[in-house]
């Protein structure tokens, strides 16, 4: 008899019910869910694997690199260049760039384009949250230092301002 009162009391927990609730979250995206009935109560959740694959994305800017070697070649030049060229504006989180307000849109600013202080020069998304990056002054767009779609760290130069 001491086994019968084990057994009706797993049998609230209902196996198909714990894997519908689990096919919701993959099917919402959430995290996790909880249900209540009666004295019944039922919390599934699952751990997100979305930082391992952020963290996949940190090699893209070992591709920059190379880049940098060329310029480490001729290390007169590139002081030179870079204070001739304008204001480094940078990156003032991790995230992706995006260059114009929608795909099929006109970009926010292209190179030549007079800003005025506070125009939107591009956004960075971070946590599904659009972030407009704006110009600190009033100046001529001289160079985009990222593409659109890119990975950019905090700090990372975006735009060169004139």
Same mark, same amino acid.
């Given at each position: 008899m001491a086994t019968n009162p084990k057994a009706p009391a797993a049998d609230p927990i209902d +196996?198909? /019910?714990v894997r519908k609730l689990a096919d919701i979250l993959t099917d919402t995206g959430l995290s996790e869910i909880e249900v209540e009935h009666g004295t019944l109560k039922i919390r599934v959740a699952k751990t997100l694997t979305a930082a391992p694959v952020t963290y996949a994305a940190a090699p893209a800017p070992v591709t920059q690199a190379p880049a940098a070697a060329p310029v480490a070649t001729a290390p007169a030049e590139a002081p030179v260049a870079a204070a001739r060229r304008g204001e480094e504006i940078k990156s003032p989180m991790v995230g992706t760039v995006y260059l114009q307000p929608q795909p099929e849109s006109p970009a926010f600013v292209k190179v030549g384009d007079s800003v005025a202080a506070g125009q939107t /020069? @591009? %956004? %960075? &998304?971070? @946590?599904k949250t659009m972030n407009p990056i704006p110009a600190p002054r009033a100046g001529k767009v001289v160079e985009i230092l990222v593409g659109d779609g890119q990975p950019v760290e905090f700090? &990372? +130069?975006l735009v060169l301002i004139e």
């Open positions: +196996a198909r /019910l /020069l @591009m %956004i %960075i &998304e971070a @946590m700090g &990372e +130069a």
